[in-house]
Each structure stands twice: as C-alpha cells, then as structure tokens.
C-alpha cells in the first residue's frame, strides 16, 4: 500500500511555463485534494474532488485547473506559473468523514 | 477560509513536559481531527474525535472536544525531542472537506 504518492518532488519553472503535478491514491478513496503551503503557514485548499466525476474550487484556486482522471488519480496544473506560485503542494485523499491522508509534497519555484 | 484556529502560534518546552494546544471553530461539525507535521513534511493524522464524543486518548496523546463552547485541546504528555513539529487541527463540517487551522509550532528543548 503506497497510500497517497505525488510526483514530481521538486520542480523549478520559469514564469509563464506550464507543468502538471500529479497525484494518486490506492485506498479506494471518494475525495481527493489539493493544498498549497507557504511557509509558515497553514494550508490553503486549491481545489477538491468530492467524488470521482465532480470537482470543485477551494479557497485560493486562481491560476490553477484540477483532473479527476479516474478516482485513483488527480491531477493539478498550472498553465502560465507565477512567481507567486512558488510554494510546496499537497495532495490528499479521503473517505467521506474519515481520516485524510496527504502525500508527501511537490516544492515548486518559479524565478 | 479557515474555521479551526490553533492557540498558541508557537509553544516552547523541557523536554519530559506537557504541551497542551487549543482549536476554536465556528459551525458544526461532524467531526475534528489533529495533525502533525514535522519540517518539510507531509501531514500525519493523529486523532479523529466525533462530535457526539468528549476525550479520546492515543498513547501520550489525549484530545478533548467541547461542542457548546465550540473547541478543542490536544495535550501530549511527557514530551520528546521527536515531538518537535507544527500540530494542526481539522473541522470536518458538512461539505466533504476539511479546514484546516494555521497550526501551533511545538519545540521540545532537550
């Protein structure tokens, strides 16, 4: 059991390059998520996918589209970075009012 | 925006000592959970409690969860170097996400 896996770990962008963060879990999980954290921080919700087929915006999802690819898979992407984007990416998966389990994280800069 | 709320931002404390952190929120819930997070790391989850309970202990771990007063407290009893982490709390309302607060940083002095 891999749980919640993300690839890649750390990515460097110009600004105005595309890139595509992905996720996926093993757990027969309904909900996937996205974070991002800056530092010192808490995290901030992107966008989330209550279930496979549906996703939905979350606090801070300007800049930034989601794929519910099938309900292993979410994935996060970025069509024109921005220095403001740097930051470290979570991605997280749950049952409905269970525990959520995050993956390890994607550390972006973009200069 | 964010519901739970962690108090203290930040705790400093000897080692053998108990820390203890606190979480506000404002609506209902159907459940709150505590994570941990060390430097550069994933959130681990700690403890899941249910709004219908009121303590609910793992190992040096005790939470409480108090409805009418809307919040919560984690304690860790006799801390440890490895103890060293930012601890966030989670509201688990009615939307099918959690919110998350802005954490309390926890450092254990040896």
């Known amino acids: 059991n891999a749980g919640v896996t993300q690839t890649p770990k750390f990515q460097v962008l110009k600004t105005g390059q595309s890139m595509t963060l992905q996720c996926a879990q093993d757990?027969?999980?309904?909900?996937m998520y996205w974070y991002r954290q800056d530092p010192g921080m808490g995290l901030r919700l992107i966008y989330y996918s209550a279930s496979e087929g549906t996703t939905d915006k979350g606090e801070v999802p300007n800049g930034y589209n989601v794929s519910r690819l099938n309900k292993r898979e979410f994935s996060l992407r970025l069509e024109s970075a921005a220095p403001s984007q740097t930051s470290v990416y979570f991605c997280?998966?749950?049952?409905?009012?269970?525990?959520?389990?995050f993956g390890p994280g994607t550390r972006l800069l973009v200069l | 925006s964010q519901q739970g709320e962690e108090d203290p931002q930040a705790l400093s404390i000897q080692e053998g000592e108990n820390a203890t952190m606190n979480c506000s929120y404002k609506t209902s819930i159907n459940n709150l959970q505590w994570y941990r997070q060390n430097s550069g790391r994933g959130l681990v989850h700690l403890i899941l409690?249910?709004?219908?309970?009121r303590e609910k202990h793992s190992g040096r771990l005790r939470v409480t969860l108090d409805t009418s007063k809307k919040s919560s407290s984690l304690l860790i009893t006799a801390s440890r170097a490895a103890d060293t982490a930012s601890y966030f709390c989670a509201t688990d309302g009615h939307d099918y996400k959690l919110s998350f607060g802005a954490g309390t940083t926890v450092t254990v002095r040896a």
């Open positions: 409690i249910r709004s219908n309970e």
């Open positions: 757990m027969n999980h309904n909900s």
């Open positions: 997280a998966s749950r049952a409905w009012g269970q525990t959520q389990y």
